[in-house]
T-cell receptor, first 111, second 111 residues
Framework: EPEVTQTPSHQVTQMGQEVILRCVPISNHLYFYWYRQILGQKVEFLVSFYNNEISEKSEIFDDQFSVERPDGSNFTLKIRSTKLEDSAMYFC?????????FGNGTRLTVT | KNEVEQSPQNLTAQEGEFITINCSYSVGISALHWLQQHPGGGIVSLFMLSSGKKKHGRLIATINIQEKHSSLHITASHPRDSAVYICAVTAYTGANSKLTFGKGITLSVRP
């Protein structure tokens, strides 16, 4: 069964550094999402992406964040100048209309 | 803004027991999702439903649109069912819109 793939599985970075989280959605899906889950809290929506542009974003998704689909397969989340509170599990998901398929997540630790 | 509430918060069961997890939401939706999250963090979609009932193996999901309530039932529970079970909803804007998540229920099934 096709899967959503996320890399890396774990990223440790220093405060103020930039990180790029990568996702390969399922190939025929058209809708892409980033969510995050701070330890012990519920999963929160960050941004959705359709037709090569952002379709919706949350209050969390400020100028520090950006998303890109640099080629036909990858979908990336960039966090500029990371803060301690950005430490969380970040999930990519894609959808073809029958519900989202999630990747296994990238655990980001900001020190 | 949709609020998604799950109960009970934590649940411990003996192997073989019938388990029910509940979810309620505050605003009309296009679909409700039941998701499973294992200790490693990955999220797996179990069901997407907008009416009635769905069954997959030992899992049954029901939804009552009028009551804004859904239940996930696990029959003949097994220790491998131990996980966090999360209810999430998509708004009336469409099945591909973002998910709003509940906090999840931590289920532990003892042998």
């Amino acid at each position: 069964e096709p899967e959503v793939t996320q890399t890396p599985s774990h990223q440790v970075t220093q405060m103020g550094q930039e990180v790029i989280l990568r996702c390969v959605p399922i190939s025929n899906h058209l809708y892409f999402y980033w969510y995050r889950q701070i330890l012990g809290q519920k999963v929160e929506f960050l941004v959705s992406f359709y037709n090569n542009e952002i379709s919706e974003k949350s209050e969390i998704f400020d100028d520090q964040f950006s998303v890109e689909r640099p080629d036909g397969s990858n979908f990336t989340l960039k966090i500029r100048s990371t803060k301690l509170e950005d430490s969380a599990m970040y999930f990519c998901a894609s959808s073809g209309g029958t519900g989202p398929h999630f990747g296994n997540g990238t655990r980001l630790t900001v020190t | 803004k949709n609020e998604v509430e799950q109960s009970p918060q934590n649940l411990t069961a003996q192997e073989g027991e019938f388990i029910t997890i509940n979810c309620s939401y505050s605003v009309g939706i296009s679909a409700l999702h039941w998701l499973q999250q294992h200790p490693g963090g990955g999220i797996v979609s179990l069901f997407m439903l907008s009416s009635g009932k769905k069954k997959h193996g030992r899992l049954i999901a029901t939804i009552n649109i009028q009551e804004k309530h859904s239940s996930l039932h696990i029959t003949a529970s097994h220790p491998r069912d131990s996980a966090v079970y999360i209810c999430a909803v998509t708004a009336y804007t469409g099945a591909n819109s973002k998910l709003t998540f509940g906090k999840g229920i931590t289920l532990s099934v003892r042998p």
